[in-house]
């Protein structure tokens, strides 16, 4: 069964940093396609060892705050 996961992605130092939230992983890699394999890669493993229950699609939306 296909479940879809959000990546967040982002430049740290010197190398793309990808993030799951849904599942918790994480993965890097030398550019934006790269980090994005690695991190569906580590996702899978992971998930062979820690199944998740099955859930409901999530929102995922933006949002502004004040900051001094």
Do not use: H
């Amino acid at each position: 069964m296909n479940r879809r996961f959000t990546a967040i992605i982002y430049w740290e130092e010197d190398v793309y940093v990808a993030e799951c939230p849904e599942v918790g992983t994480a993965s890097q890699g030398d550019s934006i396609e790269e980090a994005l394999a690695n991190l569906k890669e580590a996702t899978e493993l992971y998930l062979e060892e820690f199944p998740l229950p099955k859930t409901s699609p999530r929102l995922l939306t933006t949002f502004e705050v004040l900051s001094a």
